[in-house]
């Protein structure tokens, strides 16, 4: 549980005062944890905050402030806390969170990773060298009876200093659900791999474009126009099947604000590319990223269907790589994909395994969690036999 010096610190983060007592730094020695569910509490840590997101143990632009507060804008806030964890009066550890009422189909509150339909990727903002002592203050803060963590590399920097601390507090602790991801690596040129066929594809999908006009490849450049060039990629999106479903950008008010707010600032500090294929001037593919550390992260693509017959996807795809592979940038780019997603793979020849890890932390919590491989068991023995239970979803 809080100590209860820590019960008051929040307390007082809580006060009237709002953001004026969160700019007062914590004092004293020891680690401290402060959950944050108010935006002007979090705008006050900006400066903190952004110094934390430079020294992560890994990155996560999603998780930055210059793309949460507008997210937490554009989608809302109603479940939405944050545990802010701080060492010797310094930011050492920002874990963005939604509190939940259900924990597998069980009457148990659940604190996960917050993320919005944009995004697959919740690794928390934690320094190397503190992580462990952090995230084990996370497990023992009492917040919750269960703590679950979104999809974060396996076998990455977080997932090490998370088995580290649940161990040493004899928490049980495993993986609910994982999956694996196409990945692009500057060091292995995923071109060098294509076989025949795909070569001979790639040919006859360029000569059957050939009649419509000239190809030509693209790339925002420092000094071009950041939102002439956002504009024609939402028009690019919502002329597919995205616009006919109306999960394009351009179908939601919000998500045009925030697409907006993002690529501009994202362009403003350097980290924004995109890259595609013109055809006669006008776009036909385009592929947006966003750089973080070594690393950059997929957040956007979009082709013309007009000319689905031709692949446009693909061409702008291998387009993609070999403007990766050409210019000085970022080591590798996650392409940040769902698991049903499997397009990249035609391309892209490398992976990454992403994960979900559950923490029983307290009380039931602990029960929950250390029986999940039982009620798998259960629900496998159930299947075929009428509909699967809640507590085994």
């Known amino acids: 549980m809080i100590s209860r010096s820590i019960r008051g610190w929040i307390s007082a983060f809580f006060s009237p005062a709002g953001p004026a007592a969160a700019r007062r730094r ?3 020695t020891g680690i401290r944890v402060a959950e944050v569910s108010d935006a002007g509490a979090l705008r006050a840590l900006v400066p903190a905050w952004e110094a934390l997101a430079a020294e992560a143990a890994e990155p996560n632009p999603f998780y930055e402030h210059w793309m949460l507060l507008p997210a937490l804008e554009a989608y809302g806030t109603a479940d939405f806390r944050c545990v802010a964890v701080w060492q010797d009066g310094g930011l050492a550890a920002l874990f963005p969170m939604r509190l939940q009422r259900r ?3 069980l009457p148990l509150a659940v604190l996960r990773s917050w993320r919005h339909h944009g995004m697959l990727l919740c690794t928390p903002l934690v320094r190397q060298r503190t992580a462990a002592k952090c995230i084990a203050a996370l497990l023992q803060s009492g917040l919750a009876p269960v703590i679950e963590f979104d999809w974060s590399p396996a076998g990455g920097a977080f997932h090490g200093a998370l088995a580290e601390a649940a161990s040493a507090l004899r928490l049980p602790w495993m993986v609910t659900d994982a999956y694996v991801r196409a990945l692009l690596v500057r060091e292995r040129d995923p071109r060098r791999r294509f076989n025949s066929n795909m070569k001979n594809n790639l040919r006859r999908c360029e000569a059957r474009l050939a009649p419509h006009g000239t190809l030509a490849p693209v790339r925002l450049g420092p000094g071009d126009d950041v939102a002439a060039w956002t504009e024609d ?12 479903a109306g999960t394009a950008i351009a179908c939601r008010v919000e998500d045009r604000r925030f697409v907006g707010e993002v690529l501009a600032e994202a362009f403003r500090r350097g980290r924004l590319a995109i890259t595609g294929l013109d055809l006669d001037g006008r776009p036909l593919a385009r592929h947006i990223t966003i750089a973080a550390g070594e690393g950059s992260f997929t957040y956007k693509i979009a082709y013309d269907e007009a000319h689905e017959k031709c692949s446009p996807g693909l061409l702008g795809e291998v387009e993609n790589v070999r403007q990766f ?3 000085p940038g970022p080591r590798w780019i ?3 994909t769902a698991r049903e997603n499997t397009s990249y793979g035609r391309v892209w020849k490398d992976w990454r395994a992403v994960h979900r890890v559950a923490v029983g ?5 602990r ?3 250390a029986a999940l491989p039982l ?8 299947r075929g036999a009428g509909p699967e239970p809640a507590w085994a979803k």
């Open 334 to 336: 996650d392409s940040n």
């Open 325 to 327: 592979m050409e210019n």
């Open 233 to 244: 990629f939402i028009c690019l999106e919502a002329s597919g099947w995205k616009g006919r």
């Open 26 to 28: 914590p004092g004293g």
């Open 375 to 382: 009620l798998r068991l259960a629900r496998n023995a159930l």
């Open 367 to 369: 029960l929950a969690v």
């Open 103 to 105: 924990f597998r189909g």
């Open 361 to 365: 932390a307290s009380g039931a919590g």
